[in-house]
């Protein structure tokens, strides 16, 4: 599995966006109350293309979210930082109409910690046990003061990481927000350059166990905890039919 696809289980890769015309009810509606400018094209049948203008003062980063319907439900495609500009959705379900959107996203990150994973994967002992410490719960601690998540006050504290083997990792911290939509845990395996999204957890939790992926035997890990703001204009395509592979003449 790909970081992506841990993050967004993005089950309905099965969308796509209808043939851009003029411009829709729903993307006037937004046109006037958005800094950020959402287009999409068909580069080719049955992929699409995003890309976007502008910029929201503060966001940390923007999700892209997808939907066959313009009321919804939308999807998670990605969260992306806030430098990138495009977004590729590629093999679409042949004529098939999809919705796009942006939204930025706000919150302080925690101070991060590291973690070095034993050499090796999951054992036979390891895929037996039933790891009950990683589902995400809400521990009920000690009580806290909260503040709103674009106070830098407002982020978590006291991350802790505990490695319960080869591919495991038991997270726990201190949430300190008053209006968190979501939080990340997010992660920077060894040699890369930034942080990304490993999970995406509930308001509230404050206990998480990740499996990690081969790649991520050393990473830094932190949480941060998360508001959403105003959406994009939203966009319409049509994917087409799909292409024909043609045979090779012997």
């Known amino acids: 599995m790909t970081p992506t696809a841990r993050v967004a289980t993005a089950a309905a890769l099965v969308l796509a966006l209808a043939a851009c015309t003029s411009p829709s009810a729903e993307e006037k509606a937004t046109r006037t109350r958005t800094r950020t400018r959402l287009t999409a094209v068909l580069s080719s049948p049955v992929d699409i293309t995003l890309r976007w203008t502008g910029t929201e ?73 039933d790891h ?10 000690r009580v806290v003061r909260t503040h709103p998540v674009r106070d830098a006050a407002s982020a978590p504290t006291g991350l802790k990481a505990t490695v319960k083997h080869a591919n495991g990792i038991h997270f726990t911290w201190t949430d300190h927000a008053a209006d968190e939509e979501a939080q990340l845990l997010e992660i920077r395996p060894a040699g890369s350059p930034a942080f990304r999204p ?53």
């Open 132 to 141: 009950e410490w990683a589902p995400p719960r809400t521990t009920g601690g």
């Open 198 to 250: 490993a999970a995406v957890l509930d308001p509230g939790v404050d206990s998480f166990g990740l499996i990690t992926l081969p790649e991520e035997k050393e990473a830094s890990y932190r949480i941060r905890a998360i508001a959403y703001g105003e959406q994009s204009n939203a966009v319409r395509l049509k994917t087409g039919a799909r292409p024909t592979s043609s045979a090779t003449p012997c």
């Open 57 to 129: 003062r503060g966001a940390v980063g923007r999700v892209v979210e997808f939907a066959t319907e313009a009321k919804g439900p939308y999807t998670v495609l990605q969260y992306v930082p806030p430098g990138q500009r495009t977004y590729h959705h590629p093999d679409l379900m042949p004529e098939t109409p999809f919705h796009y959107r942006l939204r930025p996203y706000y919150g302080p990150a925690s101070q991060p910690v590291e973690v070095a994973l034993p050499p090796g994967g999951l054992s036979e002992r390891d895929q037996r046990n």
